[in-house]
């Protein structure tokens, strides 16, 4: 019983580097996020996806691209990574229900450092 | 202003106290109501739903004031195990889900 799994869940790369951040969910959600979270402070969300085939930026979404392969991934592109992306990020899943909102299920976090 | 405002604390309380946080939102359609708990560096994980009879899970005491946008959650005979940072989450009914920034919580022996 998986949930949310997040991959890789520790990373170091060199400024200008390239990665993705992988999420994957069995839990048969519509909607999933990415957030970053930096050292003492709150969540702040970079993408969103409503939908399969849909996404939408967040609050902070630049030097970052997504993808919504189906409706079990989401992946967070880093195209040229920068010192200032040296953070926390949580993949999350929601799901409808009734029309509400249900709570957001997270994975476990990958632990992102630039140098 | 932010949609979702939490007191950041820290709160310091010795075990067996009574500690109540409290967390404002803006936006007036905002449908449903959350609270979750986040260890040091690990993943927000959901303490419980907020109803707005207000509603009871052990110790811990969620309650929703509408009329004053705040939510509440009372933790009543506190244990070191608590020691946390409490997020509150809202949500719109346009799919939209705002977290607090959380307030910190240190029960002591």
């Known amino acids: ?115 | 202003r932010k949609e979702v405002e939490q007191d950041p604390g820290p709160f310091n309380v010795p075990e067996g106290a009574t500690v109540a946080f409290n967390c404002t939102y803006s936006n007036s359609a905002s449908q449903s109501f959350f609270w979750y708990r986040q260890d040091c560096r690990k993943e927000p994980k959901l303490l419980m739903s907020v109803y707005s009879s207000g509603n009871e899970d052990g110790r811990f005491t969620a309650q929703l004031n509408r009329a004053s946008q705040y939510i509440s959650l009372l933790i009543r005979d506190s244990k070191l195990s608590d020691s946390a940072t409490y997020l509150c989450v809202v949500n719109t009914n346009a799919g939209k889900s705002t977290f607090g920034d959380g307030t910190t919580l240190t029960v002591k022996p």
């Not at chain 1, 890789?8 to 790369?13: D, N, S, Y």
């Not at chain 1, 999420?23 to 996806?49: F, K, T």
């Not at chain 1, 040296?86 to 009734?98: E, N």
């Open chain 1, 1 to 115: 019983n998986a949930g949310v799994t997040q991959t890789p869940k520790f990373q170091v790369l060199k400024t200008g580097q390239s990665m993705t951040l992988q999420c994957a969910q069995d839990m048969n959600h519509n909607s999933m996020y990415w957030y970053r979270q930096d050292p003492g402070m709150g969540l702040r969300l970079i993408y969103y996806s409503a939908s399969e085939g849909t996404t939408d930026k967040g609050e902070v979404p630049n030097g970052y691209n997504v993808s919504r392969l189906n409706k079990r991934e989401f992946s967070l592109r880093l195209e040229s990574a920068a010192p200032s992306q040296t953070s926390v990020y949580f993949c999350a899943t929601g799901g409808l229900l009734d029309s509400r909102n249900q709570p957001q299920h997270f994975g476990d976090g990958t632990r992102l450092s630039i140098l």
